[in-house]
C-alpha cells in the first residue's frame, strides 16, 4: 500500500519486539500502559487468545476474549465497547 497502516490508524503501535516484552507476559502490559499513561483499571484488553486475555487481567486491565468467529461490531452490539 505504501505506507504503514498501523501508524497510520493509531497514534502509537507497540512491537513486541521493539519494546522487547510479549504479551501474555504481566511486564508487557505493564509497559505498554506507563510508556502510554494508560490507566489499566479504565482499559479493555481484546484478543482472540485465552491465554493473552489471562495476561492481561494478571497485570489489571478489563480484558474480553474475541472469538475468531466474531468481530469488534458484534462486541459494540453487545454493549461492550
Not at 61 to 72: E, S
Request: charged share 25%.
Amino acid at each position: 500500500m505504501g505506507f504503514d497502516v498501523l501508524n497510520e490508524m493509531f497514534d502509537k503501535v507497540y512491537l513486541s519486539n521493539e519494546i522487547h516484552e510479549r504479551k501474555p507476559n504481566v511486564s508487557a502490559f505493564n509497559f505498554v500502559a506507563n510508556d502510554a499513561g494508560i490507566d489499566k483499571t479504565e482499559s479493555l484488553f481484546i484478543d482472540d487468545t485465552d491465554l493473552n486475555i489471562q495476561g492481561a487481567i494478571k497485570a489489571g486491565l478489563h480484558a474480553r476474549l474475541l472469538p475468531k468467529d466474531k468481530t469488534l461490531l458484534n462486541l459494540k452490539q453487545e454493549g461492550v465497547i
